[in-house]
């Protein structure tokens, strides 16, 4: 004898699927599947992983691998693939890992690279030299340029880059505090003053936002004057010169700066004194200074190196103004040491 379904009136040996079920029931708009403890265990496994499995390809060694966190991880990730996209595997790039610990110990700081978005895509690995944090915790902090630097100067290095970027090619310089390590700041009392020069170069053609970077060389300084030290005489000297930049007068206080008599510089070019890689931004700062009219008119401070008496260098922050009449130049140049 055949029975026959109450529900469907179907043989029962037919069809099965009509009678009601226990346990997991299919799930509706209103009543969806939700996530247990056992899937979501093994979506955290799947993702360890994945991240073990990048954590292996980067270029660092075994050591550093062992002590990422899963943000470190995916911060190198991104710095690796920003770098794989200006300096294809098949290119030479100018800069990068190939560079040797011998090479980098002859610098006089680390190397920067940055995308035209101001992203990071290289830091030398001799960062830890400067600022007290491997390339590996400065990249904890954030992954622009601007994530490291003083707040105070953002908007001076954002025109900066700006300018450089409009005019590839042309050398661009800003002095920022960048983030240190907590020992740094202990032992020194406060952030590492760094000196940033580079231009954006074209890495391949045709140029564009993907193929162009920003290369630059950091170099520290020992301070930067704090807001409170703006009126202070202590570091800074003045000088007054006619439109060509020759020395009509200087301040006594040259000489503890830079070693020279006030004798000695009255009659001589302040072009005579300045680094050759120096000397366009100079030119630039003077022109600015020629085009402004009025009386107390003042261009963008530069930093720029001088030569002092005993052949050495020295870093100054300068600005320059026009005076009363527009026939001299008056700058104040403060020491950066």
């Given at each position: 004898?055949?029975?026959?379904?109450?529900?469907?009136?179907?043989?029962?040996?037919a069809?099965?699927?009509?009678?009601?079920?226990?346990?997991?029931?299919?799930?509706?708009?209103?009543?969806?599947?939700?996530?247990?403890?056992?899937?979501?265990?093994?979506?955290?496994?799947?993702?360890?992983?994945?991240?073990?499995?990048?954590?292996?390809?980067?270029?660092i060694?075994?050591?550093?691998?062992?002590?990422?966190?899963?943000?470190?991880?995916?911060?190198?990730?991104c710095?690796?693939?920003?770098?794989?996209?200006?300096?294809?595997?098949?290119?030479?790039?100018?800069?990068?890992?190939?560079l040797?610990?011998?090479?980098?110990?002859?610098?006089?700081?680390?190397?920067?690279?940055?995308?035209?978005?101001?992203?990071?895509v290289?830091?030398?690995?001799?960062?830890?030299?400067?600022?007290?944090?491997?390339?590996?915790?400065?990249?904890?902090?954030?992954?622009?340029?601007?994530?490291?630097?003083?707040?105070?100067?953002?908007?001076?290095?954002?025109?900066?880059?700006?300018?450089?970027?409009?005019?590839?090619?042309?050398?661009?310089?800003?002095v920022?505090?960048?983030?240190?390590?907590?020992?740094?700041?202990?032992?020194?009392?406060?952030?590492?003053?760094?000196?940033?020069?580079?231009?954006?170069?074209?890495?391949?053609?045709?140029?564009?936002?993907?193929?162009?970077?920003?290369?630059?060389?950091?170099?520290?300084?020992?301070?930067?004057?704090?807001?409170?030290?703006?009126?202070?005489?202590?570091?800074?000297?003045?000088?007054?010169?006619?439109?060509?930049?020759?020395?009509?007068?200087?301040?006594?206080?040259?000489?503890?700066?830079?070693?020279?008599?006030?004798?000695?510089?009255?009659?001589?070019?302040?072009?005579?004194?300045?680094?050759?890689?120096?000397?366009?931004?100079?030119?630039?700062?003077?022109?600015?200074?020629?085009?402004?009219?009025?009386?107390?008119?003042?261009?963008?401070?530069?930093?720029?190196?001088?030569?002092?008496?005993?052949?050495?260098?020295?870093?100054?922050?300068?600005?320059?103004?026009?005076?009363?009449?527009?026939?001299?130049?008056?700058?104040?140049?403060?020491?950066?040491?």
């Open positions: 004898m055949t029975i026959f379904c109450s529900h469907c009136h179907r043989p029962l040996q069809e099965m699927s009509c009678l009601p079920r226990r346990g997991k029931q299919a799930p509706s708009a209103s009543k969806p599947f939700r996530s247990t403890k056992s899937a979501s265990k093994a979506r955290r496994d799947q993702i360890n992983v994945e991240l073990q499995a990048l954590r292996s390809l980067l270029p060694s075994a050591r550093e691998k062992e002590r990422l966190s899963y943000l470190h991880t995916m911060a190198l990730v710095l690796q693939l920003r770098g794989a996209q200006l300096f294809p595997p098949d290119s030479a790039p100018p800069v990068g890992p190939a040797g610990t011998e090479l980098l110990s002859l610098l006089p700081g680390f190397l920067l690279v940055l995308s035209a978005n101001s992203k990071l290289y830091i030398s690995e001799n960062v830890d030299q400067v600022l007290g944090l491997s390339m590996v915790e400065l990249l904890a902090q954030g992954d622009t340029v601007f994530d490291i630097l003083d707040g105070r100067t953002h908007e001076d290095v954002r025109k900066k880059l700006l300018l450089a970027q409009e005019q590839p090619g042309r050398e661009v310089m800003f920022s505090e960048m983030r240190t390590s907590k020992a740094f700041r202990l032992q020194h009392g406060g952030n590492q003053a760094v000196a940033v020069r580079g231009r954006f170069m074209a890495l391949r053609w045709p140029a564009s936002p993907s193929t162009t970077a920003f290369l630059a060389l950091c170099t520290p300084v020992a301070r930067l004057p704090a807001d409170s030290d703006a009126g202070s005489q202590d570091d800074l000297f003045q000088s007054t010169h006619i439109l060509d930049m020759m020395f009509t007068d200087v301040t006594e206080s040259v000489t503890y700066h830079l070693g020279y008599l006030r004798e000695e510089l009255i009659g001589q070019s302040w072009y005579s004194l300045l680094h050759p890689e120096d000397a366009d931004l100079a030119a630039a700062q003077h022109r600015a200074v020629g085009e402004l009219l009025g009386a107390g008119a003042a261009a963008e401070t530069a930093v720029l190196r001088l030569l002092r008496r005993d052949w050495t260098w020295t870093w100054l922050s300068v600005s320059a103004r026009r005076d009363c009449g527009g026939h001299s130049i008056t700058c104040t140049s403060r020491c950066l040491r």
